[in-house]
């Protein structure tokens, strides 16, 4: 039923937007939000297949260079894959997603923070602890920073880094 809330209100935009103005199109980042929204029901739902399929399909959206957008379905996928139990591959997901938003937001940034811990997540599966534990100190000091010691985020971050035996 989200799934199709959400297809219905993608060809309700494009309708209103057209009634504005003739010569309106959905913007890019429109249809993305919508993918992306599509691809969250189904991850949510436990839908893999299908949520990893949504995402590649958000993937292909083309933006305009350096948006900090694009990031967002490389995020999906790491997720997903990531819950897949496939580290490896959510591992090389984030960090094209890292690569993304420390080039046009740069590496101080709560988003940025945010992927670092789900860096620190995979290296901690792959057994890979003192990589793990820098990017979990590194999300949580910026996370810190960003949001205060006692943010949901920073306090996920710092217990992260408990959990990491050197």
């Known amino acids: 039923m ?3 809330c959400f297809e219905k209100a993608k060809d309700l935009w494009a309708v209103e937007a057209k009634a504005v103005d003739s010569t ?3 913007l ?5 939000f919508f993918e992306l929204s599509i691809a969250g029901v189904y991850e949510s ?9 949504q995402y590649m399909k958000a ?3 083309k933006l305009i260079a350096d948006h900090p957008d694009a990031a967002f379905a490389y995020c999906g996928l790491g997720c997903v894959m990531y819950h897949m139990e496939e580290p490896a591959w959510a591992l ?8 993304i938003r420390e080039s046009t937001i740069g590496g101080d940034t709560v988003d940025t ?20 534990k820098a990017y979990f100190d590194l999300s949580s ?4 920073c960003e949001l205060g010691p006692d943010h949901e985020r920073t306090l996920t971050a710092k217990q992260n880094t408990k959990k990491v035996k050197r």
């Open 59 to 61: 993937r292909e959206i």
């Open 141 to 144: 000091a910026i996370l810190e």
């Open 92 to 99: 090389r997901l984030y960090l094209k997603a890292r690569e």
């Open 113 to 132: 923070a945010t992927v670092y811990n789900n860096l620190g997540c995979c290296m901690y599966m792959l057994e890979r602890n003192e990589e793990s």
């Open 2 to 4: 989200a799934v199709d």
């Open 28 to 32: 890019k980042e429109h249809e993305l």
């Open 45 to 53: 739902a436990g839908k893999d297949d299908l949520a990893l399929n």
């Open 24 to 26: 309106t199109v959905v």
